[in-house]
C-alpha cells in the first residue's frame, strides 16, 4: 500500500531554514508527480510546490517562491523541501502527497513552527 512519511519539520526562528523530507513506497516513485501541502490552524490545506516524475518540471505558491525549493531523488524514493528565509506565517503542519488511480494519499504530517 501507498505509504508517506514525513520527517524533518521543527521550532526555527524566523529567517532561518529547514529541510523536510518524504519517504514513499508501495508505489512505482518514479512515474508519479509529487507535491508538498500545508495547513495552518483553522486554515484549509494549501499546495506549497510540486515537482514532476522526472524532477525537471517544478511549482511553487506565490507566497513561498524564491524561498522554496522541492527536489526528488528517485533512486531513494524521497522528495525534499527544502525552506529558507522562513517567516511565521510559514507555521503549519506540511504533508506529503500523492494522486495516484485518482485517489489522494496524504502522509501523517510534520510540524513547522516559525518563531522567536
Known amino acids: 500500500q501507498v505509504q508517506l512519511v514525513e520527517s524533518g519539520g521543527g521550532l526555527v526562528q524566523p529567517g532561518g531554514s529547514l529541510r523536510l523530507s518524504c519517504a514513499a513506497s508501495g508505489f512505482t516513485f518514479s512515474n508519479y508527480y509529487m507535491s508538498w501541502y500545508r495547513q495552518a490552524p483553522g486554515n484549509e490545506r494549501e499546495l506549497v510546490a510540486g515537482?514532476?516524475?522526472?524532477?525537471?518540471?517544478?511549482k511553487y505558491a506565490d507566497s513561498v517562491k524564491g524561498r522554496f525549493t522541492i527536489s526528488r531523488d528517485n533512486a531513494k524514493n524521497t522528495v525534499d523541501l527544502q525552506m529558507n528565509s522562513l517567516k511565521p506565517e510559514d507555521t503549519a503542519v506540511y504533508y506529503c502527497?500523492?494522486?495516484?488511480?485518482?485517489?489522494?494519499?496524504w502522509g501523517q504530517g510534520t510540524q513547522v513552527t516559525v518563531s522567536s
Open positions: 502527497n500523492v494522486v495516484r488511480l485518482r485517489s489522494n494519499y
Open positions: 515537482i514532476s516524475n522526472t524532477g525537471s518540471s517544478t
